[in-house]
Nanobody
Framework: QVQLVESGGGLVQPGGSLRLSCTASGSMISLVYMAWYRQAPGKERELVARIGRDDNTNYADSVKGRFAISAGNAKKTVYLQMSSLKPEDTAVYYC??????????RGQGTQVTVSA
């Protein structure tokens, strides 16, 4: 069993920055990749960024050049550095861990609000 806890969300003005953290407990030995998703009110959940066990990264087009995903040793901690934030980045951000055979775990989410 894996548990994920996100932190670092909050209220920030447009153009500002935030760093989200996700801390994992449990065995991550067979991890395939870690990802950040977000879901805004009335919208579907969307993939923001992901990082593989080989540290290969992928980003949604909407955040390329503004967000950066990174991870600590053994992917027990994953970060999402968000810069040049826009109001449309407002959402609940979730950390997810993916394992073989479509097994995955998701955290409880952290709210990010970008507003003047």
């Amino acid at each position: 069993q894996v548990q994920l806890v996100e932190s670092g969300g909050g209220l920030v003005q447009p153009g500002g920055s935030l760093r989200l953290s996700c801390t994992a407990s449990g065995s991550m030995i067979s991890l395939v990749y870690m990802a950040w998703y977000r879901q805004a009110p009335g919208k579907e959940r969307e993939l923001v960024a992901r990082i593989g066990r080989d540290d290969n990264t992928n980003y949604a087009d909407s955040v390329k050049g503004r967000f950066a995903i990174s991870a600590g040793n053994a992917k027990k901690t994953v970060y999402l550095q968000m810069s040049s934030l826009k109001p449309e980045d407002t959402a609940v951000y979730y950390c997810q861990a993916y394992f073989p055979y479509n097994r995955y775990y998701r955290g409880q989410g952290t709210q990010v609000t970008v507003s003047a």
